[in-house]
Protein backbone atom coordinates (compact mmCIF):
# COMPACT_ATOMS: atom_id res chain seq x y z
CA UNK A 1 0.00 0.00 0.00
CA UNK A 2 1.42 3.73 -0.85
CA UNK A 3 1.75 5.88 1.45
CA UNK A 4 0.60 9.85 0.89
CA UNK A 5 1.90 12.58 1.96
CA UNK A 6 -0.72 15.24 2.64
CA UNK A 7 1.66 18.38 4.05
CA UNK A 8 -0.49 21.21 4.80
CA UNK A 9 0.16 24.36 3.02
CA UNK A 10 1.04 27.43 4.67
CA UNK A 11 -2.19 28.91 2.86
CA UNK A 12 -4.28 26.25 4.33
CA UNK A 13 -3.10 26.59 7.75
CA UNK A 14 -3.89 30.21 7.84
CA UNK A 15 -6.88 29.72 6.65
CA UNK A 16 -7.83 27.40 8.82
CA UNK A 17 -6.57 29.67 11.54
CA UNK A 18 -9.20 32.52 10.16
CA UNK A 19 -11.85 30.39 10.79
CA UNK A 20 -11.16 29.21 13.89
CA UNK A 21 -10.78 33.08 15.00
CA UNK A 22 -13.60 34.17 13.22
CA UNK A 23 -15.59 31.17 15.50
CA UNK A 24 -14.15 32.01 18.74
CA UNK A 25 -15.03 36.11 18.11
CA UNK A 26 -18.58 34.96 17.35
CA UNK A 27 -19.14 32.65 20.28
CA UNK A 28 -17.54 35.30 22.43
CA UNK A 29 -19.89 37.70 20.87
CA UNK A 30 -22.62 35.44 21.61
CA UNK A 31 -22.03 34.81 25.26
CA UNK A 32 -21.52 38.56 26.09
CA UNK A 33 -23.58 40.28 28.01
CA UNK A 34 -26.12 42.05 26.12
CA UNK A 35 -25.55 45.71 25.14
CA UNK A 36 -27.36 48.32 26.96
CA UNK A 37 -29.41 50.54 25.16
CA UNK A 38 -30.92 52.74 28.26
CA UNK A 39 -29.04 53.64 31.65
CA UNK A 40 -31.16 53.73 34.75
CA UNK A 41 -30.90 56.22 37.13
CA UNK A 42 -28.16 54.63 39.25
CA UNK A 43 -25.98 54.00 36.69
CA UNK A 44 -26.59 57.59 35.27
CA UNK A 45 -24.95 58.99 38.78
CA UNK A 46 -21.72 56.97 38.15
CA UNK A 47 -21.27 59.43 34.91
CA UNK A 48 -19.20 62.00 35.82
CA UNK A 49 -16.50 64.49 34.71
CA UNK A 50 -13.73 62.72 36.72
CA UNK A 51 -11.33 61.34 34.36
CA UNK A 52 -12.76 62.99 31.34
CA UNK A 53 -11.79 65.57 28.56
CA UNK A 54 -14.34 67.73 27.57
CA UNK A 55 -15.37 70.18 25.21
CA UNK A 56 -18.12 73.05 25.64
CA UNK A 57 -19.45 74.31 22.21
CA UNK A 58 -21.77 77.29 22.22
CA UNK A 59 -22.97 77.07 26.08
CA UNK A 60 -22.78 73.73 26.52
CA UNK A 61 -26.83 73.32 28.12
CA UNK A 62 -26.75 69.60 27.12
CA UNK A 63 -24.37 66.87 27.75
CA UNK A 64 -23.14 64.07 26.74
CA UNK A 65 -20.63 61.09 27.82
CA UNK A 66 -18.80 59.11 24.53
CA UNK A 67 -16.54 56.59 25.52
CA UNK A 68 -13.90 55.79 23.14
CA UNK A 69 -10.33 54.52 22.16
CA UNK A 70 -7.53 55.56 20.13
CA UNK A 71 -8.06 52.06 18.18
CA UNK A 72 -11.19 52.58 16.63
CA UNK A 73 -12.01 54.00 13.43
CA UNK A 74 -15.13 54.85 14.07
CA UNK A 75 -14.19 57.00 17.27
CA UNK A 76 -11.97 58.97 14.83
CA UNK A 77 -14.79 59.17 12.39
CA UNK A 78 -17.16 60.68 14.68
CA UNK A 79 -14.89 63.53 15.89
CA UNK A 80 -15.90 65.41 12.53
CA UNK A 81 -19.47 64.83 13.70
CA UNK A 82 -19.03 66.13 17.18
CA UNK A 83 -17.71 69.10 15.73
CA UNK A 84 -20.81 69.74 14.46
CA UNK A 85 -23.20 69.91 17.71
CA UNK A 86 -24.10 73.22 19.31
CA UNK A 87 -24.97 74.16 22.65
CA UNK A 88 -23.41 70.70 24.50
CA UNK A 89 -20.70 69.78 26.46
CA UNK A 90 -18.83 66.38 25.57
CA UNK A 91 -17.37 64.68 28.29
CA UNK A 92 -14.72 62.07 26.52
CA UNK A 93 -14.42 58.66 28.43
CA UNK A 94 -10.70 57.75 27.12
CA UNK A 95 -9.90 53.76 27.22
CA UNK A 96 -6.95 52.28 27.19
CA UNK A 97 -7.40 50.76 23.74
CA UNK A 98 -6.34 47.00 23.04
CA UNK A 99 -2.70 45.67 22.86
CA UNK A 100 0.18 47.99 23.59
CA UNK A 101 -0.23 50.50 20.95
CA UNK A 102 -3.91 51.43 21.91
CA UNK A 103 -2.78 51.87 25.46
CA UNK A 104 0.03 53.93 24.76
CA UNK A 105 -1.27 55.88 22.61
CA UNK A 106 -4.65 56.74 24.82
CA UNK A 107 -1.46 57.16 27.35
CA UNK A 108 -0.09 59.90 25.07
CA UNK A 109 -3.38 61.67 24.71
CA UNK A 110 -4.45 61.56 28.25
CA UNK A 111 -0.85 62.84 29.46
CA UNK A 112 -0.65 65.89 27.00
CA UNK A 113 -0.72 69.45 28.06
CA UNK A 114 -4.53 69.74 26.07
CA UNK A 115 -5.91 66.37 25.77
CA UNK A 116 -8.78 67.68 23.64
CA UNK A 117 -6.61 68.39 20.81
CA UNK A 118 -4.42 65.44 21.31
CA UNK A 119 -7.44 63.29 21.22
CA UNK A 120 -8.28 65.44 17.95
CA UNK A 121 -5.23 64.94 15.98
CA UNK A 122 -5.13 61.20 16.93
CA UNK A 123 -8.62 61.50 14.95
CA UNK A 124 -6.94 63.07 12.34
CA UNK A 125 -4.68 60.32 11.80
CA UNK A 126 -1.70 62.69 13.21
CA UNK A 127 1.03 61.32 16.04
CA UNK A 128 0.91 63.03 19.66
CA UNK A 129 4.26 63.32 21.24
CA UNK A 130 4.74 60.94 24.07
CA UNK A 131 4.52 62.20 27.40
CA UNK A 132 4.62 60.28 31.00
CA UNK A 133 1.85 60.21 33.52
CA UNK A 134 -0.33 58.20 35.68
CA UNK A 135 -2.88 56.64 33.76
CA UNK A 136 -4.84 54.49 36.34
CA UNK A 137 -7.78 57.16 34.67
CA UNK A 138 -7.82 54.35 31.95
CA UNK A 139 -8.46 51.73 33.60
CA UNK A 140 -10.91 53.20 35.18
CA UNK A 141 -12.70 54.19 32.61
CA UNK A 142 -12.56 50.88 30.92
CA UNK A 143 -14.29 49.18 34.46
CA UNK A 144 -17.23 51.81 34.55
CA UNK A 145 -17.56 51.19 30.81
CA UNK A 146 -17.59 47.69 31.92
CA UNK A 147 -19.84 48.29 34.48
CA UNK A 148 -23.01 50.30 32.57
CA UNK A 149 -22.35 47.11 30.08
CA UNK A 150 -21.61 49.49 27.03
CA UNK A 151 -19.72 47.00 25.15
CA UNK A 152 -18.93 48.95 21.35
CA UNK A 153 -17.02 52.16 21.04
CA UNK A 154 -18.18 54.71 20.29
CA UNK A 155 -20.52 54.43 22.81
CA UNK A 156 -22.65 58.11 23.69
CA UNK A 157 -24.76 58.14 26.94
CA UNK A 158 -27.51 61.48 26.91
CA UNK A 159 -28.82 62.94 29.50
CA UNK A 160 -31.52 60.83 29.39
CA UNK A 161 -29.82 57.66 29.35
CA UNK A 162 -30.10 56.90 26.36
CA UNK A 163 -27.20 55.06 24.47
CA UNK A 164 -26.01 55.07 21.14
CA UNK A 165 -23.23 52.43 20.50
CA UNK A 166 -21.24 52.95 16.66
CA UNK A 167 -21.16 55.55 14.45
CA UNK A 168 -23.75 58.03 14.42
CA UNK A 169 -24.33 61.10 12.29
CA UNK A 170 -24.09 64.72 13.92
CA UNK A 171 -28.00 64.79 12.85
CA UNK A 172 -28.85 62.04 14.74
CA UNK A 173 -26.78 63.23 18.11
CA UNK A 174 -28.77 66.64 17.88
CA UNK A 175 -32.00 64.59 17.26
CA UNK A 176 -31.54 62.38 20.41
CA UNK A 177 -30.42 65.48 22.29
CA UNK A 178 -33.54 67.46 21.64
CA UNK A 179 -35.27 64.08 22.63
CA UNK A 180 -33.88 64.10 25.95
CA UNK A 181 -34.55 67.81 26.63
CA UNK A 182 -37.93 67.05 26.32
CA UNK A 183 -38.39 64.18 28.83
Given at each position: ???????????????????????????????????????????MRSL??????????????RAIH????????????????????????????????????????????????????????VAAG??????????????????????????????????????????????????????????
Amino acid sequence: MAQVNNRISLKKLAAGASVLITAAFCINLLLSPTAVTKLDAEAMRSLTAEGTFKTTRAGGARAIHIFLSTDCSFCRDIEPELDELDNVTIYRHLLPGHGEAGRRAALDVWCSDNPVEAWKNVAAGLTVASKKCNGAVLEKNLKLAKNLRLTMTPSIVYEDGHVSAGMISSGEIADRLAGSAKR
